[in-house]
């Protein structure tokens, strides 16, 4: 079973940028497509992007694009977002999620792995 550990959030002022790292132990993430989703106080959790283990091809919730690019190493076992030029309504909880590949949408539904979050915070 993947575990999987995020780090990297904290305050950051309006404009802003930070790095979230999520770091999978216990197996590899062979074959398991990655995903980071968000959660703001009172709101729903939400897909901000994702990245198939197949191709490597990435998917970006419309707020976030050109904002925001995810990767993966996978022999590091981690993939990553870049978040960048934050806005305060970027404050959230941040969440990376793991799911076996195979799946063609994203909902928080198809994702089987949790990790317990990173907050970040922006500032105006």
């Known amino acids: 079973q993947v575990q999987l550990v995020e780090s990297g959030g904290g305050l950051v002022q309006a404009g802003g940028s930070l790095r979230l790292s999520c770091a999978a132990s216990?197996?590899?993430?062979?074959?398991?497509?990655m995903g980071w989703f968000r959660q703001a106080p009172g709101k729903e959790r939400e897909f901000v992007s994702g990245?198939?283990?197949?191709?490597?091809?990435?998917y970006y919730t419309d707020s976030v694009k050109g904002r925001f690019t995810i990767s993966r190493d996978n022999p590091k076992n981690t993939v990553y977002l870049q978040i960048s030029s934050l806005k305060p309504e970027d404050t959230s909880v941040y969440y990376c999620?793991?799911?076996?590949?195979?799946?063609?949408?994203?909902?928080?539904?198809?994702?089987?792995?949790w990790g317990k979050g990173t907050l970040v915070t922006v500032s105006s």
């Open positions: 216990g197996r590899t993430f062979t074959n398991y497509d």
């Open positions: 990245i198939m283990w197949s191709d490597g091809r990435t």
């Open positions: 999620a793991a799911r076996p590949t195979g799946w063609s949408t994203w909902s928080a539904g198809s994702m089987t792995v």
